[in-house]
């Protein structure tokens, strides 16, 4: 869908090339991307054949056309059951590689991965057995192409918070791999001050936090996972428009927002990609930043979610630029890491032919 999508906008749209280059090139982080959301169907369909596990689907073509939400909810009842093909350390690491070969052909430098350990140890899968997957192709495509990436676990807040805490300390055997911990899964119903003491424990030992808040809750929700949960960044957070007050706080403290544009859409936040609100919060000066959320769900990898936000909001050259630079300005990454990957984005913008606005 993705690159039907960028074909289609293409011929539709030839004198934008030169930006759509910019897009495709410039180095980039990516902060919001769920490991088990970047399963494609091809790969689904191979591990399950692999595991003697038998799907509700019978084709590829059957699964996608599966992929119709009309909420959160609808896209959560199918990703559950697409894990369920994910039994053994290689499914895992395969899992993975596929996503970090692709985030390198989209230039991204830097990727900080979610995945929800207990959507797995809840179907008996050891968490040896999915860490250990998921850092051997860490440390595979470290070397293959040289990215960085962090480890951030996520709490699932549809279940209990003593089964959070019960995560956590496990979670915590593997100290020395984990960045962070974070919240996902369904939002309405579940605000984040139900895991005060789970994210308590977690700063307490260390741990970077990050939540989602604000994709299909309300503001409030915002506020709770930055007062009560100590967030460094909200995940989505496009329900903050609705509440000037937490705006201007936003922009103040200049929190990240890990904004997805195609997953919001595909999940009826906005009906429309020209109805997203990215543009109005990037210009209210708030630290935005663009990622793909669950790809292989919702349509499109983090190019096709900055080309899909590019045209629809008629977003310019410096918007590009400063959706890259807040990526790594955001990132869970040393003083240092940073510095060298805001040095090669400075390279690579002075180095990149920049057309007069009239001429493109």
């Known amino acids: 869908l993705g690159m039907t999508f960028t074909r289609h906008s293409e011929s539709r749209n030839p004198m934008s090339s030169d930006i759509r280059r910019f897009i495709r090139k410039i180095p980039k982080a990516e902060l919001h991307i769920h490991l088990e959301g970047s399963l494609e169907p091809e790969m689904m369909f191979a591990i399950a054949e692999r595991n003697g596990v038998e799907l509700p689907f019978h084709s590829v073509a059957e699964v996608r056309r599966a992929y119709r939400f009309t909420n959160l909810q609808s896209f959560l009842d199918i990703y559950y059951e697409g894990m369920s093909v994910l039994l053994h350390e290689r499914d895992f690491h395969d899992m993975t590689v596929a996503y970090l070969a692709r985030a390198h052909a989209d230039t991204v430098r830097h990727a900080e991965l979610f ?16 860490i250990g ?13 040289g990215m960085s990436t962090r480890l951030i676990p996520c709490f699932l807040r549809h279940l209990s918070a003593d089964s959070a805490m019960a995560s956590l300390e496990e979670i915590l055997r593997f100290r020395d791999l ?30 970077r936090v990050v939540a989602h808040a604000g994709e299909e809750g309300p503001p409030e929700y915002i506020r709770q996972a930055l007062d009560l949960l100590g967030s460094e960044r909200i995940d989505h957070g496009v329900r903050c428009i609705g509440d000037p007050e937490l705006v201007e706080r936003l922009k103040k403290e200049q929190i990240p927002l890990t904004v997805c544009p195609l997953s919001n859409v595909r ?23 663009l990622n793909s959320d669950d790809p292989a769900y919702f349509g499109g990898y983090i190019t096709e979610n900055y080309l899909a936000a590019q045209e629809a909001l008629n977003l310019e050259r410096d918007d590009i630029l400063t959706l890259a630079r807040n990526s790594f300005l955001s990132a869970f990454l040393t003083t240092e890491e940073k510095a060298m990957y805001l040095e090669e984005l400075d390279r690579f913008v002075s180095r990149f032919p920049h057309k007069p606005r009239e001429e493109r």
Not at 133 to 144: D, P, T
Not at 276 to 284: N, P, V
């Open 267 to 289: 999940l009826r936040v906005f009906e429309d990609m020209a109805d997203h609100d990215l543009k109005q919060l990037l210009d209210r000066g708030l630290r935005i930043t």
């Open 133 to 145: 997957g998921i850092q051997s192709a860490r440390e595979e495509m470290k070397n293959r192409t």
């Open 178 to 207: 984990i960045t962070g911990v974070g919240l996902d899964s369904s939002e309405v119903g579940n605000p984040p001050e139900k895991f005060t003491a789970v994210f308590d424990r977690a700063r307490a030992e260390g741990l």
């Open 115 to 130: 995945f929800d350990p207990q959507a797995h140890t809840d179907r008996g899968i050891p968490l040896e057995t999915v």
